[in-house]
């Protein structure tokens, strides 16, 4: 049966991927943030997911506004990085899953989630970054992944609540795959931060370490706040806290924690790491 | 026919991403996502001002493109991850605008960033249980 292993979060902010091409990470600038990430890195060399679900948004390479679901699902064999037309550079493609896309994706929608299936899908830095956090130092990517998409990008956006029901749902659909299948799940994004108008730079440490406590501790805390509530604390593109939500909805309602790392300022925001598992008391 | 209100309309210093904003600003914001070609960014960086006609933007985005007037074309609707795509051709980062926005330069846009964080490593010891490097 498919098995939820654990769920991490991690930034996916474009300057990391910069950092990481050009081997930045003992730079005093980096050398705190890259360091936070080596517990996460071991718990994946030692759990060895078959498959990683990456939530992310997409920042205009495979979604144009002419069309912006709202949860859109990978459901191909493989996904390719692409030209991003500012200069980040490129990286491999990677394997995907189909048949456990089409379940999911089955599964998804009987629940009520109604997802666009996409057979053709680009993965931006949102999906990319992550992945190099976690996977770089390999001579190839060690497991297949799922691109699930949410928009971040264009008001109306779904809630932390949808999201993090999403997750729920998303489990259930995981626990129903017929065959032995670990997955892990990366919430990516985050965490306050505001590229644009007079506000842009704003970082806010204890409106983030409240969402980092609240996502373990007490999600329902998060899924009380409007999307209006986390832009005027955590800044326009720190709605992008509410991708957190659908992994922890896939980790089960008490969990283990088994890292929490924050750093600020990275690039514009601050960046927060959570690693978790289901609570085995 | 009109524009529905928000709550989040009078966020100070912020503009909110909505169907009001992409509305209006469509054929800039098409324009940008065009630049994930090379060859349409070379077509571009020929002859800026054709090809902004070619998109048929307004007459103010077109010389908010080609001026690298950010706060201009945010205030036209230009989405940020977007504009992001437009701000190479001035030589310009996300830093940059974040400081153009404001009118400060990127020096003191990211002492603001540093600001903001300073002391951040107090409130972790205060909550506990962060790996603190």
């Known amino acids: 049966m498919g098995k939820v292993i654990g769920g991490l979060t991690t930034s996916h902010i474009p300057a990391v991927g910069n950092a990481m091409a050009n081997k930045l990470e003992q730079d005093p600038y980096w050398k705190r943030f890259f360091d936070g990430y080596k517990p996460v890195i071991s718990w994946l060399e030692k759990e060895k997911p078959d498959v990683v679900i990456v939530v992310y948004n997409d920042h205009g390479l495979n979604f144009f506004l002419d069309t912006v679901p709202t949860f859109a699902i990978g459901c191909a064999d493989s996904y390719a990085n692409d030209d991003e037309g500012w200069g980040i550079p490129t990286t491999a493609s990677f394997k995907g899953d189909a048949q456990l896309s089409w379940h999911l994706s089955e599964s998804l929608i009987e629940q009520g989630f109604d997802m666009t299936m996409c057979q053709e899908m680009k993965v931006d830095h949102g999906c990319v970054v992550p992945m190099n956090l976690m996977f770089r130092h390999l001579p190839e990517w060690p497991c297949k992944i799922i691109p699930l998409a949410v928009n971040t990008v264009q008001h109306p956006m779904p809630s932390a609540k949808r999201c993090y029901d999403l997750g729920k749902a998303l489990r259930v659909a995981i626990e129903s795959y017929p065959e032995d299948t670990k997955v892990a799940i990366f919430g990516t994004g985050g965490m306050s931060h505001q590229l644009q108008g007079e506000r842009a730079g704003i970082i806010d440490v204890e409106f983030d370490l409240e969402c980092m406590h609240n996502i373990v501790n007490d999600p329902d805390k998060m899924t009380a706040l409007t999307n209006t509530n986390i832009m005027e604390r955590g800044g326009t593109e720190g709605i992008e806290v509410i991708m957190w939500m659908v992994m922890r909805g896939a980790i089960a309602p008490n969990v283990n924690l088994l890292h929490k790392h924050y750093h600020a300022p990275i690039s514009n925001t601050g960046a927060g790491v959570l690693l978790m598992t289901d609570a085995t008391d | ?133």
């Open chain 2, 1 to 133: 026919m009109v524009w529905k209100k928000h709550d989040y309309d009078n966020l100070p210093g912020t503009v909110v991403f909505d169907g009001e904003c992409t509305h209006t600003s469509y054929n800039l914001n098409k324009m940008a996502f065009s630049f994930n070609s090379p060859e349409n960014r070379a077509e571009f960086a020929d002859d800026m001002d054709a090809y902004c006609r070619k998109f048929e933007l307004t007459d103010d985005q077109r010389v908010a493109v080609l001026d690298g007037d950010f706060p201009a074309l945010l205030r036209l609707g230009g989405n940020i991850y977007y504009l992001a795509k437009i701000a190479v051709f001035h030589g310009m980062t996300m830093q940059d605008a974040g400081a153009a926005f404001q009118n400060i330069t990127t020096e003191q846009f990211k002492q603001k960033l540093a600001d903001n964080a300073a002391g951040f490593q107090q409130h972790l010891e205060k909550r506990g249980g962060y790996w603190n490097g």
